[in-house]
């Protein structure tokens, strides 16, 4: 069997609408992860220290930047908030 390049097995991986819908969802996901690491890091707050400004603990904050999407939307404006930052919801119509 010949071995696919990455691009070969994207396209292959992507042939269907659902299978497309579960990459954009993980690719958002894995945005809206690095949006947070990099709220945190800008403010120089250690999870710690943002726990205590949430009034939660720094487990809590692991658990908000691996799984962000099953956080509501003020936990995220309130966290975004903590860091001195704000967060703008964008949509668009395909």
Do not use: F
Request: with cysteine; hydrophobic share 40%; aromatic share 4%.
């Amino acid at each position: 069997m010949k071995p696919l390049s990455l691009d070969e097995l994207k396209t292959k991986m992507l042939s269907d609408a659902e299978s497309v819908q579960a990459y954009n969802e993980a690719d958002q996901e894995l945005m809206l992860i690095q949006a947070l690491y990099e709220m945190r890091e800008r403010a120089g707050l250690s999870k710690t220290e943002l726990a205590n400004k949430l009034g939660t603990n720094s487990s809590g904050i692991s658990r908000l930047e691996k799984n962000p999407l099953s956080a509501s939307m003020k936990m995220l404006e309130r966290y975004a908030t903590a860091c001195g930052a704000r967060i703008s919801l964008n949509i668009r119509y395909v």
